[in-house]
């Protein structure tokens, strides 16, 4: 058999969504390696980057209990030593997620680029939470014949709807009664039965909720990130705030629907 290595590249701050990850990871190698970088190069807004949550402990001992075999949290010297030549994302780094985060997505692939050479993984694995993301990094990693195998993990939710994210620990209980628009318009949109009822029913029901501040919501093509003109293939996407926390979620198109 083949030498297979995985890396499960995180933030820390982690939830039950990167321990879904490691448990994926597991299905294709023995060695795990969780990778714990707050990677200053895809924050463009500094104190967004100071209060990112930090707690390697425990983050540390969490992956190691979900089945991580290394845990490597290099310093910003390591990652960076040298003068930092930024991956360009593209056209498709400059949408949505990219457009009030200039940088945001070159900031990403320089490090994941960092991360890969380092560790030397056969497959990385990446959630589906961050789907444009996602789609940025496969596309770069086949363009580039990296010959890693880049695996999706489904989003994970709370029992209430709410996507996990690292930042949902700045909600307050209100903060979080009012984020779960963002679950409940993706739900009732994706169940809709053309891409043109879906996005008014996203723009519709996310408007119900006064505390939420829209950024952006759209139904896109999975295969190319443009506006979907169908319901195959196509998944909706919400980003916004509540109280100054910023959410984002995706939901693929419903299979009924589409069948
Ligand atoms: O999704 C994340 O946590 C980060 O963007 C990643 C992929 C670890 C790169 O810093």
């Not at 990219?98 to 680029?113: A, I, M, Q, Y």
Request: proline fraction near 4%.
């Amino acid at each position: 058999m083949t030498h297979t290595k995985v890396l499960v590249p995180t933030m820390g701050a982690l939830h039950a969504g990167h321990l879904s990850l490691i448990e994926i990871g597991k299905q294709y190698s023995r060695e795990i390696v969780v990778s714990i970088f707050v990677n200053p190069l895809q924050f463009e807004d500094p104190q967004d980057l100071a209060k990112y949550p930090r707690s390697v402990e425990s983050d540390s001992q969490q992956a190691l209990l979900a089945g991580a075999t290394q845990i490597w949290a290099p310093t910003v010297e390591e990652i960076y030593p040298d003068q930092v030549s930024v991956i360009d994302s593209g056209v498709i780094g400059r949408k949505f997620e990219g457009v009030g985060r200039e940088g945001h997505f070159d900031g990403v692939l320089t490090v994941v680029d960092r991360l890969f050479k380092h560790v030397q993984p056969t497959h990385a694995v990446f959630g589906e939470k961050d789907f444009q993301q996602l789609f940025i990094i496969k596309k770069w990693a086949k363009k580039s014949k990296l010959g890693i195998e880049i695996i999706s993990a489904p989003v994970i939710r709370d029992v209430d709807g709410l996507a996990l994210s690292s930042r949902n620990v700045r909600l307050g209980a209100d903060d979080r009664k009012t984020a779960l628009v963002i679950s409940r318009a993706l739900r009732q949109a994706t169940h809709e039965r053309s891409v043109e009822s879906a996005r008014d029913r996203l723009h519709d029901v996310l408007a119900s909720e006064p505390g939420f501040e829209l950024d952006y919501a759209e139904i896109i093509n999975e295969d190319n990130f443009e506006p979907a003109t169908s319901a195959r293939k196509s998944r909706a996407l919400v980003a916004g705030w509540v109280n100054g926390v910023r959410l984002l979620d995706n939901m693929q198109m419903s299979a009924s629907v589409i069948a």
